[in-house]
Each structure stands twice: as C-alpha cells, then as structure tokens.
C-alpha cells in the first residue's frame, strides 16, 4: 500500500435511517394509503469519504425515493462545514426505493413523518464524520462493464434505451474493499407493499457484503428503466427476486476487481452550479382539460380524480406568477472527479436515453441521478412528443406543478458537462 503522506485516503461510514412502523411508504399511485407494517432489511445511509492531499469529497447515498433540493442543501452544508470542505464536494444521493418512507413532498403519495427531517440529518452528518475518521490509505481502480441487465425500457417495452454497464471504482484499503458502484435501474421490485426495504440496492449491498466487500451505491440515469421482473408482472416481485438481482450485481463487481484499471496517483476535484430550467405554463383552460385527461388516463387508481382536482386548484392559483417567470430556479448540477472517473450528478430522475452521451466521452463518467435534490423527471425530447407519456406530463403534477420544456434536459446536461471538461 502506498504511504499515508502521498496517498489516496478511504474512509467509510454506515447507518441505519429505518423509520418506524406505521409511516406513510411512498410510491406507486395517489392516495394508495400505504402504511409500514413491517421491516424486510433496514434502510441505511452509506458514506465514503475521499482525500488526497489538501482536496476532499464526500460521498452520500440514502435507501429514500428522494430529498428537496432545500434539505439536501442543509445536509450537505452541515457536513461540509463539519468536516472542513466546500458544499460542492459533498455529493448527497437517494437509491429511490419505493419501500421507504415518505420524505419529499409530493401531493397524493404519502405524508412525511414528523420529525424525520431532522433526525435523517443529525445521522447523515454523524455518519459523514465517522467516515472521515475511519480512513487509511488506499489503492484505487476502475471498472466499466456490461453485464446481464435487471431493467428494461418501460416506454418502448425491451432492453433499447438503456445503460447495460455496471461501474465501479474499487478502494483497496488492504484490509478491505469498498465499492463505489453504480447501475441504473428504478428500486420497485417488490412493488406496492407494506413492507419498508431498500428493495433490489439493498439486496446488491447484502450480496457484497456477503463477499467481505462494502459498497455505496449511486442510483444511475433510471427515468424509464424499470426491473424486468415488472415487465411481466407489474408489482409482484419477490425476495427471490431481489436476491437474484443481487447476486448477480455483487457477483460482476467481485469479477470486476480483477480487470479493473489503477488509477495511479488519484486527485479528487469537484464543483457544482444552480441552473434555472424552463417550464410550460398552461392557461387556464388547459389546465382544466388537462385534469379532466388525467382523471380519465389515471381512472384505474382510486385515488386519480382526487389528485387532478387538487392539482388543478394549485395550477389555477399559481400560473399567473409562473407565466411572468416561468422557470424551475436553483436546480443542482454537480460534477466530481477520481482521478480519470468522472460523476455527473443531476437532482432527477433522468431518461436512460442521456447516458449514451456520456458514454461516448473519452474518459469514464458515471452519470447520477437523484443527486442533491430531486426536481423531478428530465425525459428526452421525443417523449414530450407523446401526449401520454407519464414521465413527461404527469409526474411534473406530483413534483411540481407543470412540465419542463423539451429542451430541459439538454439544457442541464450541458451545463454540467462543462464542469467536467474543467475537473
């Protein structure tokens, strides 16, 4: 291992965020009532701490559907202020686990406990300060590789459109290894149960674990990626399910290890910028249509004609003040930087679609979502084409009122991608 003065230094951390019993779950449909009754495998937060030489960064995943851009910005600077970094190099993710609780408020998917806000952030910067504490030296490696893919396109019904690769960056502390993982693909394998899990992400956690190896795991550009096993039967995956998925990923990241390529003499960079999206404001009588729509599309769900009622209040009383600027303000772009590795962390769910852009890059880039925020979904131009795409038209109801512009998406990734051209 090479010396602690000149070298790459690893740190972990690990807690249990589990909320009690009787919580609101969040996902699935509007108004589903889902209460947890019971625990299947504790939610946890994961840190990894990284610095060489003066520079430093601190990486955060949580078993949640999401953060508000406004709590993930307290986290990150609480921790960033307790450990002595910028905020920009504090990187705070969610796995997206339907089968957690209710956190970012979405009308009609579940109410967030009291008090849990605050007790999530007192443990994630507890963690974060354990992790920089348990560092030692370490020996760094990547690797990029297809594997048997867990997700399938859920717009176009096959396997076109989404990311096939598994990527890691190996730390090898000599007395362990940790795993800085990702894959994309929506955590609903066990779709809309009682039951609080970190579904398929925290069975690929397990797996490694079981191999002596720890990971953290970044939640990939998933938008329209959903688990094969809900191709066939929406909503009735299984533990054999998870297990199966997670021993496939933990089995490849083992095999990874050994092709995996140093990253010799690793320097850690980051940085992060706001950027403002542009929205479509409805008029008055499209909002009323388009409820309307959407009652009729939704009718399968109970509670559908409810939450276009509701949605159609707050769209009436909020678009005279949208249309004079209609934009979504301070929406999180990151970019962090591992040695040759890059991440580029959006604060949504984003289109599998983008990822091909970054994999055509000359250096390997991991591309994140639910990164700092979610703002909601960021679909690709062509699914704003459709007037029944969910993600395009529908979601922007639960995360905010209307939907983005086709150009969103491309707006963001831009600017993003000129921070890494500058790490």
């Not at 610095?51 to 986290?75: F, K």
Request: charged share 25%; net charge neutral.
């Amino acid at each position: 291992m090479p010396r602690e003065k000149d070298s790459l230094l690893c740190g972990y951390g690990e807690a249990v965020i589990t909320p009690p019993q009787g919580v609101d779950l969040c996902g699935y449909g509007f108004y589903l009532n889902r209460k947890a009754k019971r625990v299947r495998d504790d939610l946890k937060s994961r840190v990894l701490y990284l610095r060489r030489g003066n520079t430093g960064t601190v990486i955060v995943a949580c078993d949640l559907i999401g953060l508000t851009v406004e709590l993930s910005d307290a986290i990150r600077e609480a921790i960033a202020k307790n450990i002595g970094l910028p905020r920009a190099s504090v990187l705070l993710t969610c796995t997206h686990t339907h089968s957690g609780p209710a956190v970012h408020p979405m009308p009609g998917l579940g109410d967030a406990a009291p008090g849990f806000a605050d007790k999530l952030r007192t443990i994630v910067v507890d963690t974060a300060a354990a992790a920089e504490r348990d560092v030692r030296p370490a020996a760094a490696a990547w690797a990029f590789e297809m594997i048997e893919p867990i997700g399938y396109n859920r717009r176009t019904g096959d396997f076109r459109d989404i990311d096939p690769l598994l990527k890691t960056i190996v730390f090898d502390r000599g007395v362990d290894r940790i795993h800085l993982w990702s894959y994309a693909c929506h955590a609903v394998v066990l779709g809309p149960g009682p039951e609080i899990s970190a579904d398929w992400p925290g069975a690929a956690a397990a797996a490694l674990e079981a191999r002596g190896r720890r990971g953290v795991f970044l939640q990939g550009f998933c938008g329209d990626v959903d688990p094969v096993t809900q191709a066939a039967h929406w909503g009735e995956g299984t533990r054999e399910d998870l297990e199966l998925y997670g021993e496939i990923i933990a089995g490849r990241l083992v095999r990874a290890e050994s092709r995996a390529v140093a990253l010799k003499a690793a320097t850690v960079k980051a940085d992060e910028i706001r950027v403002a999206l542009p929205l479509q404001v409805y008029s008055a009588a499209r909002i009323g249509l388009f409820a309307a729509s959407f009652a009729k599309r939704y009718d399968r769900f109970p509670g559908a004609a409810r939450f276009a009622r509701e949605w159609e209040v707050r769209a009436l009383a909020e678009r005279a003040d949208m249309r004079r600027d209609p934009r979504l303000l301070g929406i999180p772009g990151q970019a962090l930087a591992i040695g040759s590795v890059k991440i580029a962390a959006l604060p949504g769910e984003i289109f599998a679609g983008y990822a091909a852009a970054w994999r055509r890059a000359s250096d390997p880039i991991m591309p994140v979502g639910f990164a700092n925020g979610v703002v909601g979904y960021i679909p690709t131009s062509e699914a704003y084409d459709d007037p029944s795409d969910y993600a395009a038209w529908c979601a922007p109801m639960i995360y905010g009122v209307f939907p983005f512009r086709p150009d969103a998406g491309a707006i963001l990734l831009k600017r993003v991608r000129a921070l890494l051209s500058n790490l």
